[in-house]
């Protein structure tokens, strides 16, 4: 029973991606994540850029998947239904002095292939961008940059795969590989399973799957990068991604609107060696909104809803891992940014291999669709009225910061691989993402989840076992 084609370990983007893009082929797959739900690790925690490409240095792993990755992107956006926006990004520059880096990054970006790259004068950047420093002297304009839904775009993969017949097994934590007779046997604290070929997509942890399998041994550094998030009342005041040049350990700090309408800004940047540390520092807090005040001065920090840190796999050889390391053994490892755009053509890429090593054929069958779930504050009155009248849980709000009924709610614990906490709850429909971040909603959302899930409420949890909101039984 527990035998499989393919296992995926990681139900992150990455993960979610090769499960989607394998899915075209006839090959039986299990997805496996030691978390209750998709989307629990990095890639629920970024900037959630979809980069234009000119970042990664030419002929990389990483400037290959960027580019391609942000291509399909924009294509899957609209099969799949998830939400993205081709806002273009800049890259300030304050001293003439720097001017050459500009060039650089513009040569990288054309040598890797990047449409729609210009250099600015710091007056057009303005024009652009009225709230940007009146220090700018140049920048680098990217207009196939965009903006996407980190969480929205992991789900509808995943859903998408699991339309197409790919299994998803959370809370299973794997422990050890071994090599088989026809494969590998993948032993976790639920069971052992088995597979012919196995997808390593662990994030942060995709060192310590890699070890147990691979000769050469590798090394990933937790690097930590602490957000601050304002709300949508302020999200217009810059409408493009506004980056400063790079350093060392990356991209720098920015100052971008989200896909929903609020403001983004961070990250930092500080090695770890616990990988599950995502606290946020009050340091790097007042660091990151310093550097943002170089940017956007105006950035009114009075309107901060919450922040967040989240943690970049960072290999020694600054580059993606991926292909076959051993036989049947796949690597999607040290997947820091730009993985979030890559992850598209990195599922792409590890389904070529696979299919060809496995001489799986295309499914004639395979549903290339799918639809996300309905948000009743972007309709029309009218569609309004039609949806409550076929389902009144549309009419019933419970969110009240994002306008999130009780139907959207249902809907998403519903899906296959549904909400199973208020988390995944969030992370589908938005539900605590506004203002009071769940202050409001948090109860109700905990009735509708027992209800639905048939537990009682002191059994709901915020996100693993133990994170249970109600200590009581009711
Ligand atoms: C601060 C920051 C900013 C970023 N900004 C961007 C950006 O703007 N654009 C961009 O393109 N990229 C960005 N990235 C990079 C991007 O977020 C990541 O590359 C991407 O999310 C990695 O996805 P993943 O699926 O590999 O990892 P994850 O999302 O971490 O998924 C790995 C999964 O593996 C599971 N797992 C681990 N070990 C086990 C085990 N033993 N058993 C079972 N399951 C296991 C985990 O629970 C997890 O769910 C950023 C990253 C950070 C940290």
Known sequence: MNKYDVIIIGAGVVGCAAAMQLSKYDLKICVIDKEEDVCSGTSKANSAIAHAGFDA????????????????????????????????????????????????????????????????????????????SGEVVAALYAKTAGIVCPFGMTVAFAENAATNGVL??????????????????????????????????AGVYSDVIHNLVCEDKIEITARRGEYVLLDREVGDLVKHTVFQLP?????????????????????????????EDTETTASSTANVKEKAKKSVPGIPFNKTITGFSGLRAHGADDDFIIGEMTDGFFDAACI??????????????LAILISKKSGAELKADYIAERKGIPHIAKMTPEKRTEIIKKNPLYGNIICRCESISEGEIVDAIKRVPGAVSLDGVKRRVRAGMGRCQAGFCTPATI??????????????TKNRPGSEQIKEKL
Do not use: W
């Open 336 to 349: 820091e940014s730009p993985g979030l755009t890559s992850a598209p053509a990195i599922g792409e890429y």
């Open 168 to 201: 998803f097994r959370f809370l299973t934590e794997v422990k050890d590989i071994k090599k088989s007779d026809g494969g590998y046997t993948v032993i976790t604290d639920k069971g052992e399973f088995d597979a012919k070929y196995v997808v390593n997509a």
């Open 57 to 132: 240095l030419p002929g990389t792993i990483k400037a290959k998947m960027n580019v391609r990755g942000a291509e399909l992107i924009r294509q899957l956006s609209k099969t799949l239904d998830f939400s993205y926006i081709e806002n273009g990004s800049l890259v300030l520059c304050f001293d003439e002095a720097d001017i050459p880096k500009l060039h650089e990054l513009y040569d990288r970006g054309i040598k890797n292939g990047v449409s729609g790259l210009s250099i600015i004068s710091g007056d057009e950047a303005r024009e652009l961008e009225p709230a940007i």
């Open 247 to 275: 350093t060392k350990l990356g991209k720098g700090v920015l100052v971008t609107p989200t896909v929903h309408g609020n403001m983004l800004v961070g990250p930092s940047a500080e090695d770890i060696d616990d990988k």
């Open 447 to 460: 009735a509708i989840l027992a209800r639905e899930l048939n537990i009682p409420e002191n059994e709901v």
